[in-house]
């Protein structure tokens, strides 16, 4: 894997291009994995360096999207941590949609590349409650909804996916979720036509009110310690009280001003629930 | 001198860390990090496993967990692990590189880039070529690289792999390893 190497002031560079022509703030994201995806963006447009990389966004303004798209890491797999949606679904959702005068609302405020979102909503729908909730799904660019609409996920590995179900132990079977067509998988599309998408900065300034379910699963991971203090902060803003937040299974509250705010549901799976003051 | 040991291992490699845990002084002065390849769907249970007889703490860190010496760190299952500066672990769920996640290439990159002369890299017995790439940046960014000797490995390919790519400072057997770390001084 010889590849081209971003150093880090051409990153800061780049960084800068972002924020000063498109408003784009991604200063406090991780430096490393940073680094990483822009080395994919250079690589996957087969720009030589990082001048060539600020050249395409200053003289094809509209290839932000693109960028924006290549930038997010993809999800790469449906249902990650069996255990995770096991417990989502047997404890979290039914209290979730217990008793609502109102949809209850279920927030995806990670940037998804659609895996999170089919898996949540092929549960919903084993759980016939598909239509009795309200998702919002964030999303950083137009490609990614247009993907996640269109069903034409790129979950990698179908054997890990389909093992990933069947530890679920979901009721029905996971190919019945897609149709393939050569090397092209073409998920139900149905299954997120009631989805709300809110477009974001990298900030994530977009959010819905009064959220019962937060799910924010290895986005963390690519922000620096600042910024998770202000996301994890904004969270519990957003979260009614008694509301659920999940983390990824190796990011945590703990150590943060969040932590008070919160009491821990299930410590394995990284799983929280919103006090009431 | 040294700041940090990274050690990447694959098929075979699990007895040779333990002898490698369990010879360390408890007072060893340096971080060792270890990216193994593992189950991606098995979360715990290894780090018992490797606890058991070390003799240093060995944790499976939440990201952004601050770097210490005399404690070993492992990749957890299905994440990269980076090193970050300021001496902080950083996961990762990008795509698996040589179909590993996690990749030791990546952490051994990462890491040389923190640690830079100051780093020692071991790449022990292993089935594919994860890591090669990896002690080779270790090596061009100064840093001090040894390779378990093939003829000791369950497996070769990857020692190979890795000496095929840079001309390493020692081909060790596990009793060399061992020495060499037990006289790390602070």
């Given at each position: 894997m010889i590849r081209y190497e971003i150093g880090i002031v051409d990153t800061r560079t780049v960084i800068k291009t972002l924020l000063d022509d498109f408003g784009y703030d991604f200063r406090d994201y991780a430096l490393t994995s940073f680094k990483r995806r822009l080395e994919q963006v250079i690589l996957n447009n087969g720009l030589r360096d990082a001048e060539g990389l600020i050249m395409r966004l200053k003289n094809n303004p509209e290839f932000i999207d693109q960028f924006l798209y290549e930038v997010t890491p993809e999800t790469t797999e449906m249902f990650r941590d069996p255990s995770f949606w096991r417990l989502i679904r047997d404890e979290v959702l039914p209290e979730v949609s217990r008793g609502a005068s109102s949809k209850p609302r279920i927030w995806l405020a990670a940037f998804d590349s659609g895996e999170e979102l089919y898996s949540l909503a092929i549960i919903l729908k084993e759980m016939n409650i598909l239509n009795n909730v309200q998702i919002y799904c964030n999303v950083l660019s137009e490609k990614t909804v247009n993907k996640i609409k269109s069903g034409r996920l790129d979950p990698k590995d179908i054997e890990v996916n389909e093992a990933n179900y069947q530890r679920l132990n979901?009721?029905?079977?996971?190919?019945?979720?897609y149709t393939v067509d050569g090397n092209i998988y073409t998920f139900d599309s149905s299954l997120v036509e009631n989805v709300t998408f809110l477009k974001q900065t990298p900030l994530i300034d977009n959010e819905p009110g009064a959220v019962k379910l937060i799910l924010f699963r290895n986005q963390a991971i690519y922000y620096n310690q600042l910024l998770q203090e202000k996301m994890f902060s904004k969270l519990s803003e957003v979260s009614v009280a008694g509301g659920f937040l999940a983390l990824g299974v190796k990011e945590t509250l703990e150590n943060t001003n969040a932590n008070n705010k919160f009491t821990v549901f299930n410590d394995n799976e990284k799983l929280y629930k919103r006090k009431t003051v | 001198m040294f700041k940090a040991v990274i050690i990447g291992g694959s098929a075979g490699s699990f007895q040779v860390i333990t002898r490698i845990l369990h010879s360390l002084p408890p007072t060893f002065p340096l971080p060792v990090l270890l990216c193994l390849h593992r189950l991606k769907h098995v979360r715990s249970g290894f780090v018992e496993a490797l606890s058991i007889k070390s003799s240093i703490p060995v944790i499976e860190p939440n990201d952004k967990e601050q770097i210490r010496p005399g404690k070993a760190y492992l990749a957890p299952a299905n994440y990269h692990m980076y090193i970050e500066l300021g001496n902080k672990i950083a996961l990762s769920t990008e795509d698996p590189v040589n179909h590993s996640r996690p990749s030791i290439d990546l952490s051994f990159t990462t890491a040389a880039q923190v640690y830079r002369e100051k780093l020692i890299g071991i790449i022990l017995s292993g089935a594919n070529r994860d890591g090669a790439y990896g002690l080779k940046k270790v090596k061009d960014l100064g840093g001090l690289t040894i390779v378990q000797d093939p003829e000791e490995c369950q497996v070769r390919t990857m020692t190979e792999a890795a000496l095929k790519l840079t001309p390493v400072d020692f081909v060790y057997n596990t009793n060399e390893i061992i020495k060499f770390l037990q006289k790390i001084k602070p």
């Open positions: 979901g009721t029905n079977k996971y190919s019945q979720y | -």
